[in-house]
């Protein structure tokens, strides 16, 4: 997945904001709305917290985003992109079904370890109280079951695959849901200024432990 970079710390009072080419200034707003929205849920996140944020006026972050709900659809579906792609990545070099497993799971926990913020924009408890926004995170969930259904080889029909790819994404759901609400540090995961390859070590224990569950039901899977 593509690093997410810090916001750019912002001005001190009474300084206009820093000038940036267009293309690095519309990052930056999305480095920061990602953190805004990750922190605050889409409800309580207003155009003014991201601009406060970010350092810069409101009406230039108009410029690079017509509403909240345009910024928060291209969030969610940068963050989506990346975590397909890391997936697909990670499970196209996989020796068999058993490996191709732990390696989903991998690129999966990575997500969650290296950039937890982008994990609860997608994945965070709070729904947004809006019919559109909704059907496309759950859209995202669908797509990235219909890419775990394309591992699970058991003779199975594609409803019954489907059924079960959604049950394995739920189990990574669930279970990082569960790490992010633990101390920093502890157990599982390395606290937020661990070095990389610290990090990469839990995701990769993370995988191993789910994928032992995962790999021994599905393994036992029979067409009805």
Do not use: C, N
């Not at 944020?53 to 940068?78: I, M, N, W």
């Amino acid at each position: 997945m593509a690093a997410l970079p810090d916001p750019a710390p912002r001005p001190a009072v009474g300084r206009p904001p820093k000038r940036l080419p267009a293309r690095k200034r519309r990052q930056q707003l999305l480095d920061v709305a990602l953190r805004v929205f990750a922190a605050k849920g889409y409800a309580a996140t207003t155009m003014d917290d991201i601009a406060e944020a970010a350092g810069v006026t409101k009406p230039l972050l108009y410029q690079h985003f017509a509403s909240k709900r345009a910024l928060y659809l291209e969030l969610v579906d940068a963050v989506a992109q990346d975590l397909l792609q890391a997936i697909a990545q990670s499970t196209a070099g996989a020796a068999g079904p058993r490996q191709q497993v732990e390696a989903g799971f991998a690129a999966y926990f990575r997500l969650v370890v290296h950039h937890a913020d982008a994990f609860r924009l997608l994945f965070g408890s709070e729904a947004p109280d809006d019919p559109e926004l909704s059907d496309w995170l759950r859209r995202v969930e669908d797509v990235l079951a219909g890419a775990v259904g394309s591992l699970i080889e058991a003779g199975l029909d594609d409803e019954h695959r489907l059924l079960l790819a959604h049950a394995v994404v739920g189990m990574a759901e669930g279970a990082s849901r569960f790490l992010l609400t633990r101390q920093p540090g502890r157990d599982h995961l390395p606290p937020e200024d661990a070095p990389e390859a610290a990090k990469d070590l839990a995701a990769d224990r993370l995988a191993r432990r789910l994928a032992d569950l995962a790999w021994a039901g599905l393994r036992s899977v029979k067409p009805d």
